[in-house]
């Protein structure tokens, strides 16, 4: 048997196969969004711990000012308010800084795994 090749004009015809076409698949699922919730989890949790820390700075223990009197009272309990909301402050700012380099590091980990993914 020789191989016939079609003449101008003429559009090859393809042999039927024994096995039958693929079936088109589902329709395509939405990617789901896993990091952008524990994105936004994360979000909620540090702001939650930023609005706990800040409140809990109030007042200073005044036991260390017993004893004193007129404005050496009053400057005591000044300075250990003040002493309180210097703190509170410090901390308050270091939980910033941290959230900022979480945001940062989870970011980063997302652009790279985005970056593998293409193709």
């Known amino acids: 048997m020789s191989k016939q090749f079609p003449t101008w004009g003429q559009v090859p015809v393809r042999p039927p196969t024994a096995e039958p076409e693929p079936k088109p698949t589902a ?21 939650i711990w930023i609005i706990a820390g800040a409140a809990s700075g109030g ?23 003040n002493g309180a909301q210097l703190g509170t402050a410090i901390g308050v700012g270091l939980i910033v800084a941290f959230w900022a380099a979480v945001d940062f590091i989870m970011v ?3 652009a790279v795994v985005r970056l593998a993914r293409r193709r």
């Open 59 to 81: 007042g200073s223990d005044n036991s260390i000012c017993q004893g004193l009197t007129g404005s050496a009272y009053h400057d005591c309990v000044d300075a250990g308010t």
């Open 108 to 110: 980063t980990v997302w």
């Open 27 to 47: 329709a395509k699922q939405k990617p789901r969004r896993v990091f952008m919730w524990v994105f936004l989890a994360v979000q909620v949790l540090f702001l």
